[in-house]
């Protein structure tokens, strides 16, 4: 038996749709200071402001892409669990920044497995950005130091250039581009442009130039934009699609500040507008289908589409539990040098 566990990390979502379930969930969220990074008292009044009436629109949100087995993105995430536990010799757990199963819960129960000596803590996010994956790490790190626990945490960084991740996506979205289509949306989720700005180490790269991301500059290792424009060339060129068959776009836009753009919301109107009838949407800054894919693309978007004069989106599904995935997953349990 290996001295190594493995932690699986997500985002996270309401304990159900119960109007009280999901402000709890938004509080603990939007409380975060790498999500909303504001002073605490600035937070704190943004926060409750967002809490009186968000909540009841989320929470119809999530009622409409609800499983039987609760939240489709915990229950998803639990079958990539179960999946690469069936292929290990060293313990699986998964974990939640936000809402359960929590990342205290997963660490603790990695730490009461006998000979457990480390952790390699795997975030599911291709991309990085200190609202997903600096936020996890710095829980994990917490946790450990009030439990007094000697445990090594070793970090697998974003993935979106690993090549494991990269196979994944194609093999499983390729079905789907293998049908007519008119044009191919990537959608990220979005970030303010503040969060790109002090995560650039270089302090004159990103957003600086028209042109950043296109510009090769140390300021890439850690910039979400730039890490989905790379995934989308590789993954479109991988596809063999020329440029005017494909774009990209960011979404769930929060607040009045300025976003990385373009939209996607402004995007899929322009598509329409252009005569674009059959439109492919992809979310490849998720591994796992969520609110932000089931409904505010699948749903909302469709929509939209529509109402704009498209005749079908078709949502492509996130890698969920295909079995390349898990290939990548295991692979990188196995053999790849993981950052501590």
Known sequence: ???????????????????????????????????????????????????????KKSAAAYASIWWKEGSPLVAISRKVQQALQARLDMPVELAMRYGKPSIKRGILALAARSGIKEILFIPQYPQHADSTITTSIKEAERVIA????????????????????????????????????DHLLLSYHGLPERHLRKADPTNAHCLNYPDCCDQPSPAHATCYRAQCVLVSKEFTSRMGLRDDQWSMSFQSRLGRDKWIEPYTEQRVDELAAQGVKRLVVMCPAFVADCIETLEEIGDRA??????????????????????????ALEQWCRTEPAVA
């Open 302 to 327: 469709r929509e939209q589409f529509i109402e704009a004069g498209g005749e079908e989106l078709i949502l492509v599904p996130c890698l969920n539990d295909h079995p390349q995935w898990i290939d």
């Open 1 to 55: 038996m290996s001295d190594r566990g493995v932690l699986l990390v997500n985002l996270g979502s309401p304990a159900s749709t119960e109007v009280a379930d999901v402000r709890r969930y938004l509080n603990q969220f939007l409380m975060d200071p790498y999500v909303v990074d504001l002073p605490w008292p600035l937070r704190r009044l943004l926060v409750g402001l967002i809490l009186l009436l968000r909540p």
């Open 146 to 181: 009030e439990q007094g626990l000697n445990l090594k945490l070793t970090i697998v960084p974003a993935f979106h250039s690993k090549p494991g991740y990269m196979d994944a996506l194609v093999a499983s979205a390729a079905p789907h581009l293998e049908q007519r289509f």
